[in-house]
Every structure is written in C-alpha cells, then in structure tokens.
C-alpha cells in the first residue's frame, strides 16, 4: 500500500529511484502513529533528507515558489507544535496546507507534508492508496469552493 504512496510522493520531488527500504520502513511507521509529534516530524525528515533540519534558528529562512514563510527561530518549532495539536479540527487539505505554508524545515516538507496528509487522511476516510495527486486535486477544488460561499 505505501510503495506506490512513496513512489509517487518521491517523484514530486524529481526523484525517479524506487524508495529505499528505509523509506518505506518509515513511511509505514508515520502513519500508523496514533498522535504525530515534532519528534515524529523530525525522525521522519531524517530518514528522507538526512541534512534538513527544522528551521528554530534565526536566520534559518527559506523561499518556496516566490513567497517566504514564517521567519526562522524558536518560532517554528512551537508554530509546528501548534498545527500538530489542532489536527483533530482539520481535514487533511487543511493539516497539509498549513504545514506546507509554515515550511518547518530546511528541507523535506513536501514529502513530510504528504505523509502528514496521508496520516490523516488514514482517520478521515480509512486509507490513503487513493492517490496523492487525484485525491488532493478534488480537496483542493471542494475546499476552494467552500471559501467561495
């Protein structure tokens, strides 16, 4: 079930190689969590982007497409340890845009974002083999209807 969730995640990132056992090994350790914690976060981006940390220093900025999260320093680490407490309130759009938009760590939120998204989406609807793309395509569309109401 998450070979082909990994494989695909991995090729967003412009990564053709299947994943690597310990990718995998991981993956399934991630979302058959039963709460997700920064710690969590962080042995996860370890295992798939050994150098990325998370970004609690100042200085620590990054750009993603053209716009700057929130700064680095002591910040992120509590902005994450807030998103995390309030995963119960979102549905997995919103826990996976949220998380991309903060940018915790130098490197390795896309794929951590998507396995935070399929975490939840493992609570929400009972699986996450649906298809990363095609699913988050039609939350993206509902989810920006509802704002248009």
């Known amino acids: 079930m998450s070979e082909s969730f990994v494989t695909e995640s991995n090729r ?66 509590k902005l994450t340890e807030e998103l995390l407490s309030t995963v119960d309130l979102k549905t997995p759009f919103e826990l996976h845009n949220e998380y991309e938009m903060l940018h915790p760590f130098i490197d390795g939120n896309g794929r951590s974002g998507r396995a935070l998204w399929a975490w939840k989406m493992l609570r929400t609807v009972g699986n996450h083999d649906l298809g990363f793309l095609h699913t988050y395509y039609y939350q993206s569309l509902e989810a920006w209807g509802e704002g248009l109401r």
């Open 12 to 77: 967003i990132e412009g990564i053709d190689s299947p994943p690597t056992k310990a990718e995998l090994k991981e993956h399934d350790r991630f979302v058959n969590l039963q709460r997700v914690t920064l710690n969590d976060l962080k042995q996860f981006v370890s295992i798939y982007q050994p150098r990325a940390v998370i970004r609690d220093s100042v200085g620590m900025d990054v750009w993603v497409g053209g716009r700057m999260p929130p700064l680095g320093g002591p910040n992120i680490p």
